[in-house]
């Protein structure tokens, strides 16, 4: 017989980028399974290069892999010629570390990390012969476990997972385990590890919970069909956020991926209510780093992967409330060390001319915005608080200091969104063209290049516009096409996104449990990698959908009422109804809200979760845009 | 106010001492590129904390050279890398601070200074294994047979993208052919380094496809590398 590495390299010289499918990497973590009780393979449902840049997997897999008995490794979905090699051969999907077959491990957890990358769950179940309902599995299969920011809606796949871990992961991840430690040594099953699990907060169990529709279909009940199964599962919140553990390790691979780079993440939550943006509620309340452990682990990680990159990692690095301090103090490491410090998130509007200089010594490749809508009225619909000024302002600067590339992105298809507001986007492109000009030619960088970005508008779970409809494709067209008609200017680039795959996304991010036999259907198709264009197969999702007898408009171009059930609404995120139906309401009024750090505008957070700015005195009747 | 210019890196004095090192490539680590590789040595350069010389300019970076790549897929024991420290330090030193950042499957064998210019390089010679879909003695027959040809063709893309036959029997050189048990073993000499460089998968694919033959892994080492004269490039 030949030994799993023994079958797996045989195929490797056949394959492109080989390195990614066999580990090895400095800093994987391997360890002797006959010393370990319980193994955890962290699968995320995307490429190597995609799941390797993805932060929240690094520091699980430390965390989990800081217990003796416990080993953590990794897997991803493979690229579709080893996928097809690897099928050929019988060989099942395996870890990267041991290069065991996934259904050897006590748990197999994917994070869910895009509505697209739900059918790779499947098909790497399949590859690695785990069967991919959840109803399927016996005992003798691995407990299969979610996470990320799409299990705050999990309902369309709740058909192929055991359980759900709902908001962060540093803790109940480790209750998690050593309540599975202790049951496993008792010789407990499947079954009665659930039963035990859901006691623990943050922890979802969809077998335990029953759906009831009404007859137009929308969701009547959700209720727990086992006592032990709370009404509400509340997510997790991490509330000494300075304090939570950090790996001081990253797994470095050989090969390049999509962010290659030592991360550091610097806050969580963001202040800002933008009322599209999931991530800005979901991860609510804003907690940050002190300068220091910001700087200890940006230190202790450079020296340990040898990246010539560091970046930091936050909803909106700008934040910090001592953004200045943080950034003299690491950039005196970085430049001393030459280290390139790479800030993804800066927002504009506290771009200083100071700490314009400080980057530009860093990164010269050019200017992003995203004001998101084109006129200002439709941003205060949105509460994106960036002006025309603001943009403009920071344009002049970054053109006085010879930069000549501008990128802005917007969406189309935002609630109460006119012609009007989609002709703004073209004109604001313009303002810019105008501008650049108008800075002395010695000053200015040559050959000036503006380019706007539209993507579609995708309604989402614990926004403000949960209770949106997401425009038609033909609304849509219509839109592109109008925004084309109004740039004249040779200088502005126009890229918009392909529509098919939205719709996909705006239907599974509000979907319901009846999804999941669409997914299955598409998936027998052979729907998967469905977030990279060439293998998305829209056709083959319509035809599921309609084989299953289930209308995408339902769920994507339907208005909401306030009080309809919504498929999540037994999944609590801290922010509370009202205060969404009250943003909501403000958004069709284009009143903007205050950020946190201007006020709290009463969210529904409680101060114990640790927030910076939660549990001042407000009254939520007096916040509006005047603040 | 020329005197307040003062350059961010002044790099102009800092003197520069040269290194070379030989590393060994095998394993799990076959499977990089060596555009991969490349880079993972920079990171392991960095990881040592070694006082390393950065090329100067606008953007300094570590300087690394690599005077012959390694094709994916081929073991080696006799690599080179050519880098720069800042300070003199002992070359046993360096070796120890870069092999303790070394991965598995890559290993720091020695580390001097320069001898030869990397210009100077002309052969590399290769121990190569495999278990063809034939007998082994059946195989080495038709081995024997093809490089007994008097010309052996291939093609060739060029950068105008038309193709050109190339003939390659010249090239090579057999030190020996042999069975070992179910596997052939080969060993050869090919031309490598700037001028000229013909890689084992390249004769071994025409042989497989002239004959027909299928095979299980092939294991490919580089044992040499060698200058005009066949001695070791050092
Ligand atoms: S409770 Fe107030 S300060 Fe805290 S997140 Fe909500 S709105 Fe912001």
Same mark, same amino acid.
């Given at each position: 017989?030949?030994?799993?590495?023994?079958?797996?390299?045989?195929?490797?010289?056949?394959?492109?980028?080989?390195?990614?499918?066999?580990?090895?990497?400095?800093?994987?973590?391997?360890?002797?399974?006959?010393?370990?009780?319980?193994?955890?393979?962290?699968?995320?449902?995307?490429?190597?290069?995609?799941?390797?840049?993805?932060?929240?997997? =690094?520091?699980?897999?430390?965390?989990?892999?800081?217990?003796?008995?416990?080993?953590?490794?990794?897997?991803?979905?493979?690229?579709?010629?080893?996928?097809?090699?690897?099928?050929?051969?019988?060989?099942?999907?395996?870890?990267?570390?041991?290069?065991?077959?996934?259904?050897?491990?006590?748990?197999?957890?994917?994070?869910?990390?895009?509505?697209?990358?739900?059918?790779?769950?499947?098909?790497?179940?399949?590859?690695?012969?785990?069967?991919?309902? +959840?109803?399927?599995?016996?005992?003798?299969?691995?407990?299969?476990?979610?996470?990320?920011?799409?299990?705050?809606?999990?309902?369309?796949?709740?058909?192929?997972?055991?359980?759900?871990?709902?908001?962060?992961?540093?803790?109940?991840?480790?209750?998690?385990?050593?309540?599975?430690?202790?049951?496993?040594?008792?010789?407990?099953?499947?079954?009665?590890?659930?039963?035990?699990?859901?006691? !623990?907060?943050?922890?979802?169990?969809?077998?335990?919970?029953?759906?009831?529709?009404?007859?137009?279909?929308?969701?009547?009940?959700?209720?727990?069909?086992?006592?032990?199964?709370?009404?509400?599962?509340?997510?997790?919140?991490?509330?000494?956020?300075?304090?939570?553990?950090?790996?001081?390790?990253?797994?470095?691979?050989?090969?390049?991926?999509?962010?290659?780079?030592?991360?550091?993440?610097?806050?969580?939550?963001?202040?800002?209510?933008?009322?599209?943006?999931? #991530?800005?509620?979901?991860?609510?309340?804003?907690?940050?780093?002190?300068?220091?452990?910001?700087?200890?682990?940006?230190?202790?990680?450079?020296?340990?992967?040898?990246?010539?990159?560091?970046?930091?990692?936050?909803?909106?690095?700008?934040?910090?409330?001592?953004?200045?301090?943080?950034?003299?103090?690491?950039?005196?490491?970085?430049?001393?060390?030459?280290?390139?410090?790479?800030?993804?998130?800066?927002?504009?509007?506290?771009?200083?001319?100071?700490?314009?200089?400080?980057?530009?010594?860093?990164?010269?490749?050019?200017?992003?915005?995203?004001?998101?809508?084109?006129?200002?009225?439709?941003?205060?619909?949105?509460?994106?608080?960036?002006?025309?000024?603001?943009?403009?302002?920071?344009?002049?600067? #970054?053109?006085?200091?010879?930069?000549?590339?501008?990128?802005?992105?917007?969406?189309?298809?935002?609630?109460?969104?006119?012609?009007?507001?989609? %002709?703004?986007?073209?004109?604001?492109?313009?303002?810019?063209?105008?501008?650049?000009?108008?800075?002395?030619?010695?000053?200015?960088?040559?050959?000036?290049?503006?380019?706007?970005?539209?993507?579609?508008?995708?309604?989402?779970?614990?926004?403000?516009?949960?209770?949106?409809?997401?425009?038609?494709?033909?609304?849509?067209?219509?839109?592109?096409?109008?925004?084309?008609?109004?740039?004249?200017?040779?200088?502005?680039?126009?890229?918009?996104?392909?529509?098919?795959?939205?719709?996909?996304?705006?239907?599974?991010?509000?979907?319901?449990?009846?999804?999941?036999?669409?997914?299955?259907?598409?998936? =027998?198709?052979?729907?998967?990698?469905?977030?990279?264009?060439?293998?998305?197969?829209?056709?083959?999702?319509?035809?599921?959908?309609?084989?299953?007898?289930?209308?995408?408009?339902?769920?994507?171009?339907?208005?909401?009422?306030?009080?309809?059930?919504?498929?999540?609404?037994?999944?609590?995120?801290?922010?509370?109804?009202?205060?969404?139906?009250?943003?909501?309401?403000? %958004?069709?009024?284009?009143?903007?809200?205050?950020? &946190?750090?201007?006020?709290?505008?009463? &969210?529904?957070?409680?101060?114990?979760?640790?927030?910076?700015?939660?549990? +001042?005195?407000?009254?939520?009747?007096?916040?509006?845009?005047?603040? | 106010?020329?005197?307040?210019?003062?350059?961010?890196?002044?790099?102009?004095?800092?003197?520069?001492?040269?290194?070379?090192?030989?590393?060994?490539?095998?394993?799990? +680590?076959?499977?990089?590129?060596?555009?991969?590789?490349?880079?993972?040595?920079?990171?392991?350069?960095?990881?040592?904390?070694?006082?390393?010389?950065?090329?100067?300019?606008?953007?300094?970076?570590?300087?690394?050279?690599?005077?012959? #790549?390694?094709?994916?897929?081929?073991?080696?024991?006799?690599?080179?890398?050519?880098?720069?420290?800042?300070?003199?330090?002992?070359?046993?030193?360096?070796?120890?601070?870069?092999?303790?950042?070394?991965?598995?499957?890559?290993?720091?064998?020695?580390?001097?200074?320069?001898?030869?210019?990397?210009?100077?390089?002309?052969?590399?010679?290769?121990?190569?294994?495999?278990?063809?879909? /034939?007998? +082994?003695?059946?195989?080495?027959?038709?081995?024997?047979?093809?490089?007994?040809?008097?010309? !052996?063709?291939?093609?060739?893309?060029?950068?105008?993208?038309?193709?050109?036959?190339?003939? /390659?029997?010249?090239?090579?050189?057999?030190?020996?052919?042999?069975?070992?048990?179910?596997?052939?073993?080969?060993?050869?000499?090919?031309?490598?380094?700037?001028?000229?460089?013909?890689?084992?998968?390249?004769?071994?694919?025409?042989?497989?496809?002239?004959?027909?033959?299928?095979?299980?892994?092939?294991?490919?080492?580089?044992?040499?590398?060698?200058?005009?004269?066949?001695?070791?490039?050092?």
């Amino acid at each position: 017989m030949q030994s799993m590495k023994e079958r797996i390299e045989r195929l490797l010289l056949k394959v492109q980028k080989p390195a990614r499918y066999i580990g090895g990497e400095v800093g994987s973590v391997v360890k002797d399974k006959s010393k370990v009780d319980v193994r955890f393979a962290f699968c995320f449902p995307d490429t190597y290069d995609v799941g390797m840049s993805h932060l929240g997997m =690094k520091i699980l897999y430390g965390l989990k892999n800081q217990r003796e008995n416990w080993w953590c490794e990794r897997c991803f979905m493979p690229e579709v010629d080893f996928a097809a090699l690897l099928r050929e051969n019988d060989i099942p999907l395996y870890a990267l570390e041991s290069l065991d077959p996934l259904s050897e491990f006590d748990f197999v957890g994917f994070t869910l990390q895009y509505e697209l990358s739900y059918n790779n769950v499947l098909e790497m179940l399949d590859l690695a012969g785990i069967p991919v309902l +959840a109803k399927q599995r016996g005992d003798d299969m691995p407990i299969v476990v979610g996470g990320g920011p799409c299990v705050c809606n999990p309902e369309p796949m709740t058909d192929f997972f055991d359980l759900f871990i709902i908001g962060e992961g540093e803790e109940v991840n480790i209750e998690l385990l050593e309540l599975y430690e202790n049951m496993k040594r008792q010789g407990c099953t499947k079954l009665e590890f659930l039963k035990q699990a859901v006691k !623990i907060s943050g922890v979802y169990v969809p077998q335990f919970y029953d759906v009831t529709y009404n007859d137009d279909g929308t969701v009547s009940t959700i209720t727990p069909n086992i006592e032990q199964a709370p009404a509400k599962v509340t997510k997790r919140v991490i509330a000494d956020f300075d304090n939570v553990y950090y790996p001081d390790a990253f797994v470095v691979p050989f090969t390049q991926i999509v962010h290659d780079r030592a991360v550091v993440e610097v806050l969580r939550g963001c202040i800002r209510g933008c009322r599209f943006c999931q #991530a800005g509620f979901i991860y609510r309340p804003f907690r940050e780093k002190n300068i220091d452990t910001i700087k200890n682990e940006t230190k202790c990680l450079c020296e340990q992967t040898g990246y010539e990159e560091v970046s930091l990692s936050s909803l909106s690095t700008s934040d910090h409330t001592r953004i200045n301090d943080l950034l003299s103090s690491l950039v005196d490491y970085t430049d001393g060390e030459k280290i390139n410090l790479a800030l993804p998130s800066l927002r504009v509007d506290t771009f200083s001319d100071e700490l314009l200089e400080k980057i530009a010594s860093v990164r010269k490749s050019g200017l992003t915005f995203a004001p998101e809508a084109g006129t200002q009225r439709l941003r205060d619909v949105i509460n994106k608080n960036l002006t025309e000024e603001e943009i403009l302002r920071t344009c002049r600067t #970054a053109f006085e200091g010879g930069y000549a590339t501008v990128k802005l992105y917007f969406m189309l298809g935002l609630p109460d969104e006119t012609l009007d507001d989609v %002709a703004g986007i073209a004109q604001l492109a313009q303002k810019v063209v105008d501008l650049y000009f108008e800075v002395p030619k010695e000053k200015r960088g040559k050959g000036l290049q503006v380019s706007i970005s539209t993507a579609t508008f995708v309604p989402k779970p614990f926004t403000p516009f949960e209770f949106e409809p997401q425009d038609t494709p033909e609304q849509i067209l219509e839109k592109q096409a109008h925004l084309l008609r109004n740039v004249t200017s040779k200088k502005i680039k126009v890229s918009t996104h392909m529509q098919k795959n939205s719709i996909l996304e705006a239907v599974l991010a509000r979907g319901d449990r009846r999804l999941g036999k669409v997914i299955y259907t598409a998936w =027998k198709k052979g729907c998967y990698l469905d977030g990279w264009d060439e293998h998305f197969k829209f056709d083959k999702w319509m035809q599921a959908f309609d084989e299953c007898g289930i209308d995408t408009k339902f769920y994507a171009n339907r208005r909401r009422s306030y009080d309809e059930v919504a498929p999540w609404s037994h999944l609590d995120y801290l922010v509370s109804h009202e205060f969404f139906v009250r943003e909501n309401k403000k %958004a069709h009024a284009a009143q903007t809200t205050r950020n &946190c750090k201007q006020g709290c505008s009463g &969210c529904g957070i409680k101060k114990e979760y640790g927030g910076v700015y939660c549990g +001042a005195k407000h009254n939520a009747q007096a916040v509006d845009s005047a603040n | 106010m020329a005197q307040n210019i003062t350059p961010k890196l002044s790099t102009l004095q800092i003197e520069k001492f040269d290194y070379r090192a030989v590393y060994a490539k095998y394993g799990r +680590a076959r499977y990089i590129s060596h555009l991969d590789f490349m880079r993972s040595m920079q990171r392991i350069i960095k990881r040592s904390r070694l006082p390393v010389w950065h090329t100067q300019g606008f953007n300094p970076h570590v300087y690394i050279m690599f005077p012959l #790549a390694l094709p994916l897929g081929t073991d080696s024991r006799v690599e080179i890398m050519d880098f720069a420290l800042t300070e003199k330090l002992s070359n046993e030193q360096v070796r120890e601070q870069l092999g303790e950042k070394c991965p598995e499957g890559i290993e720091i064998i020695s580390v001097s200074q320069p001898v030869h210019k990397h210009t100077e390089i002309k052969y590399a010679e290769y121990d190569i294994k495999f278990k063809p879909s /034939i007998p +082994a003695q059946e195989c080495l027959d038709k081995w024997n047979g093809f490089m007994s040809l008097e010309k !052996i063709e291939i093609e060739k893309r060029t950068k105008k993208k038309t193709v050109n036959l190339v003939d /390659i029997k010249p090239h090579i050189t057999v030190i020996s052919a042999q069975t070992q048990g179910e596997q052939v073993a080969l060993q050869m000499r090919l031309p490598a380094g700037n001028d000229f460089n013909l890689n084992t998968n390249v004769v071994l694919d025409a042989f497989f496809e002239r004959y027909g033959i299928e095979f299980e892994t092939i294991c490919t080492l580089r044992t040499k590398i060698a200058l005009e004269n066949g001695e070791s490039f050092t």
